[in-house]
């Protein structure tokens, strides 16, 4: 989970960045703002990753709930 912290960390920077580089303002503000928006993505990638394993949970839960019980040995025919 780290490591989408950290990658969600990166892209919120480069946007931040993108977006100051675009709108032309002056390097102090274009880095403080590509700062917050570090740190905004990497909150919301930490929340996404938690929804997104407690789905993936749920679901491999849910599968081994619905798998069937074995089926019972075939017993040999009986003679008459």
Known sequence: MKALIVLG?????????????????PWPASLWRACAAALVA?????????????????????????RPAPAPAPQPAKKS
Request: glycine content about 12%; charged content about 15%; hydrophobic content about 50%.
């Open 42 to 66: 990497s909150v919301l990638t930490r929340w996404w990753s938690t929804v997104w394993l407690e789905g993936l949970r749920d679901s491999i839960n849910q599968r081994r709930a619905r």
């Open 9 to 25: 960390a990166i892209v919120g920077f480069l946007i931040g960045a993108g977006f100051g580089v675009a709108s032309s303002t």
